[in-house]
């Protein structure tokens, strides 16, 4: 019974955050602790639900039923907690650097930031609780919503421009593609419910099953599938924590997810291989993880080239999904975790070098890691994670996965993998390289001059009033080259914790790995 | 005693309570006397629906005589859901005209107005309770008189002209409602609905019943909008006072809705209407070109209330494409949107006549950043949009999920992606003006605009509750709706 308790509290508690950050908007110091509490409280009620998911069990709570037969319900698997912690956990380290990073930045409008922050985070974790395929639909409309303003957030017609992409394909794919496919699943099965081995096998004519798969592949466009992948770069003009947590974790992450969630639990793993359905899918997949990686190769603006990168990785995921084995089933459910714990790093430097060089682009990085040293080092962790180097938590998953490919026959993603990791290094490594290996010193005299100029002109993502700091830092490198310069300790302290996240997660994997292993059974 | 004089009184209450507006005259006896009337007859018509719901059908013998003779009034349960609906936006529109600008645009003659909108009223619940044919006819005459002079209210001049187009398209569909009852009493000598539908199959269907169907589908097209019959009512309803927009927009269509389905289904019978004559078709197409055409002219309008018109054009597009199924998912759906689309389009108008009431105008531009200066009123906007685009949790969405499981029922794939295609346009002419109101700087002569007044956001907010509300805890319209599409089908 008391688990029930902490499902609903679970989502529920972030709302009520909302409503305590929207009555605390004129004091941000109370907001902000308001955010801290609720994000703690919310991760130890997902913490509280653990030891009975590893136990075996899966707490269910009905909240209500909409129409006969269909109803609001949720139900904790390994997969949904998986996703439940780490989303609440990462809304815990994101919530100290986006008061760093929010106040660093003199953002405007912080309240309502912080508002639609809570409810994002409240419809991620509805998402990953949701006992079936409708409450999850419900809660992922919510997610498009709420995060919408946090998108246009400065409100300026960039972002207005960004914000009509972002709506315009999670909308259209979702209302277009993903409920028709999910009437259709409910008009032929009869249930919504996530159910292990699926609900349709039997239900539907086997040449029917690959539109259906695509109705779901495309509908679910939080999962960036080439060519509905626009929406993610657009959504970088968000302030960077929301880059971080939300296009990094929890609104893609939900996406991929939800892919996950629907092979396994509505269409069924052995269903989908019997009707070989999911081909078409490795291969777009495939695509996506090479061409994504491609792109984010000619990206300058290092947002840009994150998010790119991020395309290609969710892919990675979606890409195990339709080898649909064991192990790459699991394989991608844990690089659901591993590419959080990476990428959030990476965009946490991100925004770490904005707000203290007010440097967006990678060319003007030149020589920063003597100055930021710190923010550097935890970029190289971060991807190396993301390529899938050991001793970090990005081996395993790519690990298994390419042992699902293996298991499927299919060795030309093997070659895919591979390839992806080669690029992975080709387009991050050498982030980490100009910030340590650019001129300096000696040459910083000269650089500085025409660095200045070109710094100004390159910070078009920034206000006006930045103008003066930018000069400011350009005198300061040309006085000491080599002074440290760091970001506020409350966005370096958050990014050493997700870095030092990555590492863990490479050596209690097993650990992950025993929870994730009944999702196949 | 009382309660079993329940159905007369929910047209009588109105219509002794117009009079009395007239008699009173004061501003506010007329104001006490309409809310008093709408309220009394939406509780009535709350008791009437639990009623049917309990215990099926209510017959009601007007003056104690039988009914081929006398005049039935007869409720199941479509009847007492177009009842709910009709008397429940009136209940929430009568408190918001007193401090709208309606009222004190017409001055001291505000009785006027609510001497109007009772009889308006009290026509459109005369058309859901009666079950005799040319009785329906008077009631939809009155309350289409009633409203070519509601819109005619207007504060722009055109408002005359919209008046004056609507009451021609009017009455032309009017005539070819009443040619149409005359034909079926030529042919089967009585009046009263039921005893029609029962002596048609008698009479057989020869080519006098195949011209009163002709006419009568044609006659309540014109009235219910139906594109391309529709050129009356974007002018009718943009130029009309916002709450009269509110008013129309959420019951008067319905009511014609309503005759379509009691004809076709009940009157005429599933078999001729839809065996016999190849009904189902044209009104499929002529459903889908309604869903597309004045959507896609929605998106380039630049006044909004315009726009609201234009997708209700669309919006009657739905509902007769659920009828056009013939199936019982089908005409739930249609039922179900009858309901609710009254919800999102009543919110939607209240909320522009707020807007109009602190800056004059309804135009987009002008509309321009209103979300700093009325944030209340623009919330309340986005509520009703997201309805209408149909997300999940709002009443929209529920209409949408059944129109596609009955597409999906029926194994028309591509029906089922136009829906979905169509209301995604709905994304389009809905986020424009939500874009301009929470993006654009506002324009400098309205930078100091107030929030509306209370009374007027109050109504607004209610029916965006309800649409929410109807999003969640569906059981009261889908069981109504269900109840009613079987009633409709098993008649025969």
């Known amino acids: 019974m008391h688990h029930q308790i902490y499902i609903g509290l679970a989502i529920i508690l972030p709302l009520l955050g909302t409503v305590m950050i929207w009555m605390s908007g004129s004091r941000p110091n109370q907001r902000e602790v308001v955010t801290v509490i609720t994000s703690g409280l919310t991760f130890l009620c997902v913490l509280q639900l653990l030891p009975e998911v590893l136990a075996g069990h899966q707490p269910e709570l009905h909240v209500t039923e909409l129409l006969p037969g269909l109803e609001i319900s949720f139900k904790v698997e390994p997969l949904g907690m998986l996703f439940a912690l780490i989303a609440s956990f990462l809304w815990i380290i994101t919530s100290f650097y986006a008061i760093g990073y929010m106040r660093g930045h003199h953002e405007p409008n912080q309240t309502r930031f912080y508002m639609c922050f809570a409810i994002a985070i409240s419809s991620a ?105 626009r929406w993610l770069p657009a959504a970088m003009v968000a302030p960077t924590p929301v880059s971080a947590l ?203 001059g025409s660095h200045e100029d070109h710094g100004d002109h390159g910070d078009h993502g920034d206000h006006a009033g930045d103008h003066d700091t930018a000069t400011h830092d350009a005198h300061d490198a040309s006085d000491a080259g080599k002074r440290i310069a760091e970001a506020p300790m409350l966005c370096v302290v958050p990014l050493w914790i997700t870095a030092l996240g990555c590492v863990a997660l490479f050596v209690y994997s097993d650990w992950l790995y025993a929870m994730l292993s009944p999702i196949v059974k | 005693m009382l309660r079993e004089h329940l159905p007369v009184l929910v047209i009588i209450i109105p219509l002794i309570a117009a009079p009395l507006c007239i008699l009173f005259r004061g501003r506010d006896q007329a104001f006490g006397i309409a809310l008093l009337a709408t309220w009394g007859s939406f509780a009535c018509s ?146 009263n609905m039921a005893d029609i539908a029962q002596r048609l199959p008698e009479h057989g269907y020869d080519r006098t019943v195949i011209a009163a169907f002709a006419f009568l589908v044609i006659g309540v097209a014109l009235k219910m909008a139906l594109f391309p019959l529709h050129q009356w009512l974007p002018n009718a309803y943009s130029y009309a006072p916002s709450t009269v927009s509110a008013f129309l927009a959420a019951t008067a269509t319905k009511v014609s809705v309503y005759i379509l389905l009691r004809f076709l289904f009940t009157v005429f019978g599933v078999q001729f209407s839809f065996d016999i004559l190849p009904t189902a078709v044209p009104l499929t197409i002529l459903a889908i070109l309604a869903m597309f055409i004045p959507s896609i002219v ?112 029926k194994g028309w794939w591509h029906i089922a992606v136009l829906i979905v295609a169509s209301s995604l346009i709905a994304v389009i002419y809905i986020w424009r003006v939500i874009e301009s109101a929470y993006f654009r700087e506002p324009p400098e002569d309205l930078q100091n605009v107030k929030e509306a007044p209370l009374s007027l956001l109050i109504p607004a907010w209610i029916l965006v509750f309800g649409n929410v509300y109807f999003g969640i805890e569906t059981s009261l319209p889908v069981s109504m709706a269900e109840l009613a599409a079987r009633s409709l089908l098993g008649a025969n």
């Open chain 1, 125 to 229: 974790l509805a998402i990953a609780f949701s006992g079936n395929m409708f409450t999850l639909f419900i809660a992922y409309e919510v997610l498009t919503l709420s995060t919408y303003p946090l998108v246009t957030h400065s409100q300026t017609d960039e972002a207005r421009r960004a914000g009509r992409v972002y709506l315009g394909i999670l909308m259209s794919t979702s209302i277009g593609l993903l409920m028709v496919g999910i009437i259709w699943t409910w008009a032929a099965a009869g249930t919504l419910d996530f159910t292990p081995g699926g609900i349709l096998k039997g239900k539907i004519d086997d040449g029917l099953v690959i539109v259906l798969l695509f109705l779901y592949m495309y509908g679910i466009g939080k999962a960036a599938l080439m060519p509905i992948h």
């Open chain 1, 246 to 448: 939300l296009h990094a974790v929890a609104v893609v992450k939900a996406g991929v997810f939800t892919v996950l969630k629907v092979i396994i639990y509505i269409f069924g793993a052995d269903f989908l291989t019997e009707t070989g359905a999911s081909i078409w899918l490795m291969y777009v997949a495939g695509a996506t993880v090479l061409l994504a990686s491609l792109v984010a190769l000619t990206k300058d603006n290092l947002k840009a080239r994150l998010a790119y990168s991020t395309v290609s990785q969710l892919a990675y995921i979606v890409l195990a999904g339709a080898l649909a084995t064991s192990h790459s089933l699991v394989g991608g459910a844990m690089h659901i975790a591993m590419h959080a714990f990476g990428k959030i790093t990476l965009f946490f430097c991100a925004g770490a070098i904005m707000v203290a060089s007010h440097k967006t682009e990678i060319s003007q990085m030149r020589g920063l890691g003597w100055r930021m040293p710190f923010t550097f080092a935890a970029f190289l962790i971060g991807a190396l994670s993301v390529i899938g180097l050991p001793p970090l938590g990005g081996s395993w998953s790519k690990w298994y996965i390419a042992l699902g490919a293996a298991d499927a026959d299919q060795l030309v993603f093997i070659a895919v993998l591979m390839i992806s990791s080669l690029l992975n290094i080709a387009y991050l490594i050498p982030v980490f390289a100009r910030g340590f290996f650019g001129p300096r010193e000696e040459e910083e005299a000269q650089m500085a």
């Open chain 2, 46 to 191: 709350a008791v009437i629906a639990a009623k049917v719901m309990a215990s099926g059908t209510l017959s009601y013998e007007l003056g104690g005589w039988p009914p081929p003779i006398g005049i039935e009034l007869r409720i199941d349960a479509l009847n007492a859901l177009i009842l709910l609906i009709v008397s429940g936006i009136g209940s929430v529109v009568a408190p918001y005209a007193r401090n709208s600008l309606l009222l004190e645009y017409v001055e001291d003659r505000s009785y006027m107005f609510y001497c109007a909108f009772l009889l308006c009223l009290c026509g459109l619940m005369g058309v859901a309770v009666t079950g005799d044919a040319f009785n329906l006819f008077v009631f939809l005459e009155i309350s289409s008189l009633s409203s070519y002079v509601l819109i005619a209210l207007g504060f722009d001049r055109r408002a005359l002209t919209a008046s004056y187009q609507y009451l021609i398209m009017g009455t032309i569909g009017a005539t070819f409602i009443v040619i149409s009852i005359g034909l079926l009493y030529q042919a089967t000598g009585t009046l």
């Open chain 2, 298 to 409: 929605a998106c380039f309008e630049h006044n909004v209330k315009k726009v609201l018109a234009y997708s209700s054009v669309a919006q009657i597009g739905y509902m007769v494409l659920g009828i056009g199924f013939v199936t019982m998912t089908g005409l739930t759906a249609g039922i179900l949107h009858l309901f609710n689309h009254a919800l999102m389009k009543g919110a939607l108008f209240l909320v522009l006549g707020a807007v109009f009431y602190r800056i004059g105008s309804c135009n987009i531009d002008r509309m321009a950043g209103l979300a700093r200066t009325m944030p209340w009123t623009m919330a309340a906007f986005v509520g009703g949009g997201l309805s209408l685009i149909g997300i999940p949790m709002t009443a929209g969405f529920i209409s949408k999920w059944y129109l596609i499981q009955a597409a999906i029922e």
